[in-house]
């Protein structure tokens, strides 16, 4: 069974200024689409053909001989959890028991602003930035070179934000920094992450 493109959560013009239209349909329509199309042509025929996105990225992951699969794989994950890190008047304070935590974890809200900036800034090339639940309970921020992700690491994703240029360069060129403080002030799903973060601790 081949994977479809899912649709975005929200209008192609709904991020604007922050992320433009332009950006978001290439983003999309070329670069999701192509990933999951390189999935589908990859696993067609198959036994990873029967299984979940989640298992074919658990199935691949660290397997030199798979690496094409597993890239693949986890880069549609990753982008549809990314679309919907995203949301129109987003930014700004986490509410509710993740907004506890992150003051428990972080000491303050400023402290996780910073470390998510800087995970995003330093991570060399591509990439991605994460707000995760590590093993042992508590909130950590993590950086992930080109398609890696949190599910391989034992860890729970709450929030990412994509840091591969093609996220950015057509609305901020070479200002990675810049993306990231729009990112935290103004588009971050604080919803989504709280609803991510009570599957894995419900209250
Ligand atoms: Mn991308």
């Not at 591509?126 to 995760?132: C, D, E, I, N």
């Not at 690491?153 to 920094?177: F, S």
Request: contains cysteine.
């Amino acid at each position: 069974m081949a994977f479809d493109l899912p649709t975005l959560p929200y209008p192609k013009n709904a991020l604007e200024p922050h992320i433009s239209e332009r950006t978001l349909t290439f983003h999309h329509e070329k670069h999701h689409q192509a990933y999951l199309t390189n999935l589908n042509n990859l696993i067609q025929g198959t036994e990873l053909e029967k299984e979940s996105l989640e298992e074919i990225i658990q199935a691949t992951a660290n397997k030199t001989e798979k690496v094409g699969i597993f890239n693949n794989a986890a880069q549609v994950w990753n982008h549809t959890f990314y679309w919907h890190s995203l949301t129109p008047k987003g930014g700004g304070e986490p509410k509710g028991s993740l907004g506890k935590k992150i003051l428990q974890d972080f000491g303050n809200l400023e402290e996780f602003t910073k470390s998510f900036k800087q995970a995003g800034v330093s991570q060399f090339g591509s990439g991605w930035a994460w707000l995760v639940l590590d093993k042992d309970g508590t909130l950590k921020v993590t950086k992930t070179p080109n398609a890696d992700l949190p599910l391989v690491h034992g860890q729970k994703a709450l929030l990412t934000c994509d840091v591969w240029e093609h996220a950015y360069y057509l609305d901020y060129q070479n200002r990675r920094p810049d993306y990231l403080d729009i990112f935290l002030k103004n588009l971050a799903n604080w919803d989504f992450a709280q609803d991510n973060f009570e599957e894995a601790m419900p209250s």
